[in-house]
C-alpha cells in the first residue's frame, strides 16, 4: 500500500549541487529506516546513505563529507544534498524505507519498499 515517489534528478555540471527528495504516500502506520542507493550503468547498485527513524545518519565513503541525508518524520520523506558533484556520481539514484506493515507475514511485519528511481547526469 506504500510507494516511494522521487523527484529532483536532472542534469548538473561538477562541482555543482543537487537535491533529491522521496515521499511515501499511502497507508502508513510508521517508517523505521529510509536511506539512498545508486546505479551506474554497467555496475552494482550501491548504498548511499541511511537515516534511522531517530535521525541518525550513515555515508558510503565515496559521498561522506559532500552529501547529506535527511528525513521529516511527519511528512514521510527523505531528501539527499549532494553537493561538489562529480562525474563518477552519475547514476539513477533509488529511495527505499522499511515500512511497518501488519499485514505483511514475514520479517516481522517490516516491508521494504522501492522508488521508481530518478536519473542524475554529472558532466565534466
Known amino acids: 500500500q506504500v510507494q516511494l515517489v522521487e523527484s529532483g534528478g536532472g542534469l548538473v555540471q561538477a562541482g555543482g549541487s543537487l537535491r533529491l527528495s522521496c515521499a511515501a504516500s499511502g497507508t502508513i502506520l510508521s517508517i523505521n529506516a529510509m536511506g539512498w542507493y545508486r546505479q551506474a550503468p554497467g555496475k552494482q547498485r550501491e548504498l548511499v546513505a541511511t537515516i534511522t527513524s531517530g535521525g541518525t545518519s550513515n555515508y558510503a565513503d565515496s559521498v561522506k563529507g559532500r552529501f547529506t541525508i535527511s528525513r521529516d518524520n511527519a511528512k514521510n520523506t527523505v531528501s539527499l544534498e549532494m553537493n561538489s558533484l562529480e562525474p563518477e556520481d552519475t547514476a539513477v539514484y533509488y529511495c527505499?524505507?522499511?515500512?511497518?506493515?501488519?499485514?505483511?507475514?514475514?520479517?516481522?511485519?517490516?516491508?521494504?519498499?522501492w522508488g521508481q528511481g530518478t536519473l542524475v547526469t554529472v558532466s565534466s
Open positions: 527505499n524505507a522499511y515500512v511497518y506493515d501488519p499485514t505483511y507475514y514475514f520479517t516481522r511485519n517490516i516491508r521494504e519498499v
